[in-house]
């Protein structure tokens, strides 16, 4: 197995994320060997770009963990809208309508984290 993995290795192109605007640059890491219940990836927006509005409920019932690294953004849940920049965190739980967008002039970077909640 190798265990060390280079973010320009496993890199998706994501257009029109949840419906939302632009192209997101997903990064993914260890997504075929990993035994984690979760899923790790670094999420790269240009500005302008947006994670539509979305809810993870029913068969998909997800949390998500933001941690955002460079840039300046907003996010959206459940109706209230939030700036959001380097060093900020963000937990979308099941079952919340949920997106962002990047609203600097700079791209918008930042780790994603999903996986079913517990019980």
Same mark, same amino acid.
């Given at each position: 197995?190798?265990?060390?993995?280079? $973010?320009?290795?496993?890199?998706?192109?994501? $257009?029109?994320?949840?419906? #939302?605007?632009?192209?997101? +640059?997903?990064?993914?890491?260890?997504?075929? +060997? %990993?035994?984690?219940?979760?899923?790790? $990836?670094?999420?790269?927006?240009?500005?302008?770009? %947006?994670?539509?509005?979305?809810?993870?409920?029913?068969?998909?019932?997800?949390?998500?963990?933001?941690?955002?690294?460079?840039?300046?953004?907003?996010?959206?849940?459940?109706?209230?809208?939030? +700036?959001?920049?380097?060093?900020?965190?963000?937990?979308?739980?099941?079952?919340?309508?949920?997106?962002?967008?990047?609203? #600097?002039?700079?791209?918008?970077?930042?780790?994603?984290?999903?996986?079913?909640?517990?019980?």
């Amino acid at each position: 197995m190798d265990w060390k993995q280079h $973010e320009a290795e496993d890199v998706i192109l994501h $257009e029109g994320l949840h419906e #939302g605007d632009g192209t997101v +640059t997903r990064r993914r890491f260890f997504a075929e +060997t %990993s035994k984690l219940p979760v899923k790790i $990836e670094v999420w790269e927006l240009p500005p302008g770009a %947006s994670e539509g509005s979305h809810v993870h409920d029913g068969d998909d019932q997800l949390e998500e963990f933001y941690y955002f690294i460079e840039g300046n953004g907003v996010m959206w849940m459940d109706g209230e809208e939030r +700036t959001v920049g380097a060093g900020d965190a963000v937990i979308a739980p099941p079952g919340v309508d949920h997106g962002f967008r990047c609203a #600097g002039d700079k791209p918008l970077k930042l780790v994603i984290a999903w996986g079913r909640p517990r019980e």
